[in-house]
């Protein structure tokens, strides 16, 4: 049975850090490209981050730049998302997601709150 469990979210002031984690299992992590998407209220998913499965490349998208690093352990079957200086905007459902050629998975998401 195919799962992607994400934690770690919460409630944070502007200016903190939260470590989301999403825990695979039921497929062969390591040739899943790994990605964090999240989504606002009245607002489309949008991607957030990816990790290739072997190379290490990563991509960010411009707003989470220089904030949020994505990263994976493959040996644990579990990718991060270390999000540093939060911002309001940041608030949002966090989605994990795995992709191989066609196939993707999705996991049930992790709420994050940045609130004053």
């Known amino acids: 049975q195919v799962q992607l469990v994400e934690s770690g979210g919460g409630l944070v002031q502007p200016g903190g850090s939260l470590r989301l984690s999403c825990a695979a299992s039921g497929f062969s992590f390591k040739v899943y490209a790994m990605s964090w998407y999240r989504q606002a209220p009245g607002k489309e998913r949008e991607l957030v981050a990816r990790?290739?499965?072997?190379?290490?490349?990563?991509d960010y998208a411009d707003s989470v730049k220089g904030r949020f690093t994505i990263s994976r352990d493959n040996a644990k079957n579990t990718a991060y998302l270390q999000m540093d200086s939060l911002k309001l905007e940041d608030t949002a459902m966090y989605y994990c997601?795995?992709?191989?050629?066609?196939?993707?998975?999705w996991g049930q998401g992790t709420q994050v709150t940045v609130s004053a």
């Open positions: 990790a290739s499965p072997f190379a290490g490349n990563t």
């Open positions: 997601n795995a992709v191989s050629s066609s196939t993707v998975y």
